[in-house]
């Protein structure tokens, strides 16, 4: 049954995306380690993923998904924000299993032990709606949802019967949990027997946690720890960490110590592998042979892969893999902008990039550099220091991003005999830009020195070719606004 599970699953059509097989980010290695270790798990195993927003959470547990239906495992995959309308994770949670557990064979309907299930599971819903009205304002009476109706017929009752039908209630949905987990357990054993041959745990992925508003995050997790410790079920909750205590500490309080709170829900913390940015970049489309009407500096060469220029240059800057493709998406629209505009004019790609770069992460570098100010190259608070965009040869990102800012702002104020700044004037020297560059220990180095080289050499010559730092920004500036 393992290559038909998989199109059993409420999401089959993952199947083809999501497998380690095209991971960006080159986390298959770690993937299939940390499915081997939660898939040893079997008594009630609750795992927090912890990354940042926007690192590829979601990705790594779409791929863990349908690697293990790949490995005979049932897979259950919930959208935790896709459901915070609801106000109910103990309804969503229940739900959630019994309508994905239920494809993996039309017959299952039939189990004895999943006919207690859903009987459980249906006490626990009903219990969950009145438990809803009871706490609900009069003000809902005469709202057109269903809660209304609810609501209208518990306020209509005097206090005494309002109270009895909450506490018999309660006690009924109480021994119902009780019930559910222990049919679960059950139903689990019987999936794996001969019949029907899956392996067991059941693995359960709890997705975009840190997106939900803080109450909800919270009562999710108390839903996960106290009513699904289930035999038989791995429980895989992804959440940015540092931001759900800081949700937490905006339902109990700045003081309260949520680190230690959130431990408690979990018996084991995984974080995710820093992102390989040349596997994820490889991957991205950095062709620039549709640009074809500018010139882009440097050329793209064998020895110096533009993805390892880029690589190099957003662990640089810090940059996150979530603000990549952003990024990207700014550098196409500014190529794209440059080539239908300022046809015949050379393009300098690494000041285009780095600008976006600085322009993101709201740099001073960015608005302090200008035309003929060569002070602002850089900020100094950068991780430009040793940066090597090719391994093999000792080549310096800092150096070659001053390279191509260097010959980007080629400019000098001119001042009169007034001393007023009047006009500008080309100041760079070729030879005294080859002179600073070149170098012994890298031929690497000298090849890109030669390509900005030529790049002035046809400026001075025609400086109509050039396009200068206010050009480049004026271009960022407007890319800035798709977002």
């Known amino acids: 049954m393992t290559e038909a599970l998989i199109k ?93 557990l239920e494809r993996y064979n039309e017959d299952i309907g039939g189990i004895e032990d999943w006919e207690k299930f859903k009987e459980s599971s249906g006490k626990v819903l009903k219990g969950s709606l009145i438990a809803g009205a009871s ?13 209304a109706n609810i609501a209208q017929q518990l306020f209509s009752e005097s206090d005494k019967s309002f109270t009895s039908k909450l506490a018999s209630e309660y006690q009924e949905q109480l021994k119902a949990i009780e019930g559910i987990k222990s049919s679960l357990s059950q139903l689990s054993e019987v999936l794996a027997g001969s019949t ?6 059941v693995l359960v992925l ?35 960490t540092p931001q759900m205590q800081e949700s937490i500490k905006a339902v109990y309080g700045s003081n309260f110590d949520s680190p230690q709170y959130l431990k408690r829900f979990f018996d084991r913390a995984a974080l995710l592998p820093t992102a390989d940015f040349d596997t994820y970049l490889s991957h991205q489309n950095l062709h620039l042979d549709s640009y074809s009407e500018i010139s882009i500096y440097p050329r793209p060469m064998a020895r110096l892969p533009i993805f390892r220029v880029f ?107 007034y001393r007023q700044a009047s006009s500008y004037d080309v100041t760079f020297n070729p030879s005294q830009f080859r002179n600073k560059y070149q170098t012994d220990q890298s031929e690497l180095q000298n090849i890109v020195c030669g390509e900005f080289v030529e790049l002035l050499q046809q400026v001075r010559h025609q400086i109509s070719l050039h396009l200068t730092w206010d050009d480049y920004k004026n271009c960022i500036d407007f890319a800035g606004y798709i977002n």
């Open 8 to 100: 059993l699953a409420k999401h089959s059509g993952w199947q083809e995306e999501f497998t380690f097989d095209t991971c960006k980010l080159n986390r298959q290695g770690y993937s299939e380690f940390l499915l081997n270790y939660m898939l040893g798990e079997k008594n009630g195993f609750v795992l927090n993923i912890d990354a940042q927003w926007g690192t590829g959470k979601t990705e790594f547990l779409k791929r863990l998904y349908v690697e293990a239906h790949n490995r005979n495992h049932p897979a259950i995959y919930i959208d935790a924000w896709e459901s915070d309308f609801s106000k109910d994770p103990l309804l969503v949670v229940t739900s959630e299993l019994i309508n994905q």
């Open 135 to 147: 706490i609900a304002s009069k003000f809902l009476i005469g709202d057109a949802g269903p809660g």
């Open 196 to 201: 029907y041959g899956l392996k067991l745990p």
């Open 206 to 240: 709890v997705d975009e946690l840190d997106r939900c508003r803080p109450t909800y995050a919270i009562e999710m997790l108390e839903v996960i720890k106290h009513f699904f410790r289930i035999d038989n079920f791995v429980f895989v909750v992804a959440t940015d």
């Open 311 to 417: 690589s190099a240059i957003f662990e640089s800057y810090d940059v996150s893999t979530r603000d990549v493709d952003q990024i990207l998406s700014q550098l196409h629209a500014c190529l794209r902008s440059l080539n239908a505009s300022v046809s015949g004019k050379k393009v300098n790609l690494i000041t285009l990039l780095v600008g976006i770069i600085e322009r993101h992460k709201k740099l001073d570098s960015y608005t302090k550099r200008s035309n003929y100010d060569m002070t602002a190259l850089v900020l100094k608070n950068s991780r430009l220091l040793n940066k090597i965009p090719q391994r093999s040869d000792q080549f310096k990102t800092y150096t070659l991003i001053e390279m191509a800012l260097s010959s980007t702002c080629l400019f000098k104020e001119v001042q009169n005999e």
